[in-house]
């Protein structure tokens, strides 16, 4: 007996004998007695799935308060509130607030992926009990019962065949397996002591799989967590999320930001005291300069301009589920992505055809009727061409599938590769619908292995028996006496023969699944029926594939362009998945493609070592998805996992950012993943990298701007501290300089247009931090600039015109306050804009300085404001003092802009 809680898979079921799988299983093809179902169902559980508990509000709160960056600013309010200024800790709390809410309404609806495993729980089962058949509550299975399958059914449990007839099942959200997978009762032998892959396993039907076409009977192996679908669910429950390279970069800047302030706060009020000032002015100016030091305004602007970056994703039908992931397709490296339904449409397609001898081209992708057929790059009249109204007549008639029209487009009924002869023979001009009115079906003979074909058998219009045949292209050309040529009907020679089936080996190749067409009339005394299909009429051939989704060659080639590669992972066969990579383009000079049974040779360090040079993995398993992930994340890499089973959820939770088809992904994929894409398009996806990259360049903008203001406020007391010269800036104008010309123009910059080579560069290094030596010494640069204006004025009002201190000290804060407002400018963008196109593209910068310049005058003029401030009023000549000093900085900026040595 199969103990309980464990897998079918880890047994093998798949490679016994019908009798001994019923002995160990202590059952009969007659099914268990109610009785011992109820004792099993006592000691197995129920036929349901084990669920983490999800993930609580108050953490999801907490999640949002982690980053030091966040905890420095909660220490910077408490030291504002110690020293009685309740205003700079009033709008620090606002900002946290703001900074808070944001994130934890952006994740709310998240990370429940366990909870998308009840939606794959079967509701009802048909099994045998007590030698009846009889429905029962799913969940009431138990190892041992026998279940009935029928098509259009989920499978509810993981069951080894006993009875199956023409029994095909679809896979694909599993194993990945694009076709439905022929089923049998036979034993399925391991080979060289590997256990044989789970897509491989004819024998085996699986929990959650859908039966596309014919029935079966099977004796359940595994109910519940012991299921290939439990095991996904503990796979997906232990895998561990990492951190976004984002949220590795703001932890990394407020480790450094914590030293710079308390070096701040200790340097200036050592010298102030050194040099014979009042220690408690200077305390509360160090404690000032510290607060100031700490950018307030940087985790609301970051989060805001990831709010911004999820709505405009949205408006591209990418849904983000976590605020940080929006940033990280804009880091990503590297793209690993699933085959079925994500590069390819999801939808079996013909796509090219053999008729009389010559190839005919097939477009459009899909289930939906729409596309041409084409001969040498030109559309053809089926009239015109020998044989091919009578080939799509027989795809259309010796087929069992259907199409539908839903609201989200077209759905085939049955199975996907007769509905896709279906669209096949409406894109001809031949209306299925109508054919079957004008020929109706008298008898059919149906599909199975050791036949190979199944054919129909129709009254023509003439009142005459026909047969129309249709199945593997070796055993066609076997039964085929006459084939259709130019000329006519003609007698099929055997070197004829030979070409037909190179016909066939070379649409093979090209990774398409072949299928041979053929009919004969029958005399008038032959019966409808296996007998009479010999002699056959050879008709013609199709190639049917799970087609390149539309736009996915086009994008693949835009991330070549922006240095990022794409991997295919794929539990497709390995021809296929080659076929596939070669015609995308994912192969490169010099690399190749990795099965799963050779991939799980391979050490964790030796999988690190080979990834690099693998374009496609095919044949892998859940577990072979994850292994690869985390190897080319061991390699440096910043991984995107694209995909869209349930077999892809581990691998997109490991990966850095985690992305899943809406519309056909299964719910677990969709629960787990960070980015859902809503209209299925790969297109989409690019779109999504590039605004991962503009977000990107918006945070430096932003940082770059507030950490050239604060550093220029920093150098300016510290200079003046080191000339022994009276304090430039009084500690409340320090807090109004941090909470007003920092915060609205990096609002700004976080709508800030994309840069024109936004996708024509390679991704930032992964290791790179925001403060690179690169970055600090631009910083350097501008704020040693605005320091020198704001140190020039000072000096100028004290030393050359002589004026009060309070008079040359509200020169220097007006100086520095518009100088950073101007560096906006130089903060927008690593290339000159001043006088072109460009200083318009962003609206809200000119809005932004509108109303801090304001701001600002208000500070001088506005009673009351100017009182607590300690502002004097200025005249024209102050003014043009002033305009003359902040603009220079902005000047010099753009004239060194083609020398800077860092894109900020």
Known sequence: MLASGERAASNPWHSLTLERVL?????????????????????????????????????????????????????????????????EATAIGAVL???????????WRARMAMDALRRLQVQEAVVVRDGAVRTIDAWELVPGDIVVLEAGMSVPADARLIAATELRVNEAPLTGESMPVAKSIEAVADEDGRPTPLAERRSMVYKGTLV??????????????GTEIGHLSKLVEETEAVETPLE??????????VWLTLAVAAVVTGLGVARGEDIWLMLETGIALAIAAVPEGLPVVATIALAVGVRRMARRQALVRRLPAVETLGSATLICTDKTGTLTAGAMTVTAMVVAGQEIGVTGVGYEPRGDLLRDGGPIDGGDTPGLELALRIGALANRAALRRVEEGWRAEGDPTEAALLVLAEKGGVQPGRTREAYPELAEVPFASERQFMATFHRTPEGKTVAYVK?????????????????GVAPVAAGEREAILAHNRELAGHGLRVLALACRELGSDEEPDEAALHDLTFVGLVGIQDPPAEGVEETIQTFHRAGVRTVMITGDQAVTAEAVARELGLMREGDGTLHGRDLADLS????????PRIAAFSRVTPEDKLRIVTAYQAGGAIVGMLGDGVNDAAALKRADIGVAMGRRGTDVAKETADLVLQDDRFQTIGKAVEDGRVIFDNIRKFIFYLFSCNVSEVLTLLIAGLARTPLPLLPLQILWLNLITDVFPALALAVEPPEPDVMDRPPRDPQSAILSRAFVATVGTYSALITASTLGVFLWGLYGWKVEVEHSVTLAFMTLALAQLFHVVNA????????????FDNPWTAAALAVTILLQVAAVYLPGLSDVLGTYPLGVGDWALVL??????????????????SRH
């Open 248 to 257: 590795r970069r703001l932890e990394a800047l407020g480790r450094r930001l």
């Open 471 to 487: 199945g593997g292209p070796r055993r066609i050309v076997e039964l085929s006496g006459q084939q259709v040529t130019a000329e």
């Open 97 to 107: 607030v703001i900074n808070t809410s944001l994130g934890f309404w952006t994740e």
């Open 23 to 87: 002995d160990l299983l202590d059952t009969s093809s007659a099914g268990l007695s109610e009785g011992e179902a109820g004792r099993r169902f006592e000691r197995h559980g129920p036929n349901v799935l084990e669920l983490a508990s999800p993930i609580s509000a108050w953490r999801i709160l907490a999640d949002q308060l982690k980053s030091l960056v966040v905890l420095l600013l909660f220490a910077a309010a408490g030291i504002a509130l110690a020293i009685g200024d309740v205003a």
């Open 604 to 611: 964790d360090g030796e999988l690190v070592e080979r990834v």
């Open 828 to 839: 927008r963008s690593p290339d000159r804009i001043l006088f072109t196109r460009r200083m």
């Open 212 to 225: 596309a076409a014919g029935s079966g009977r099977a004796v359940v192996a595994a109910t519940g967590a």
């Open 884 to 901: 003359g000093a902040s603009l220079t900085p902005l000047l010099i900026g753009q004239l060194l802009k083609p020398l800077s040595i």
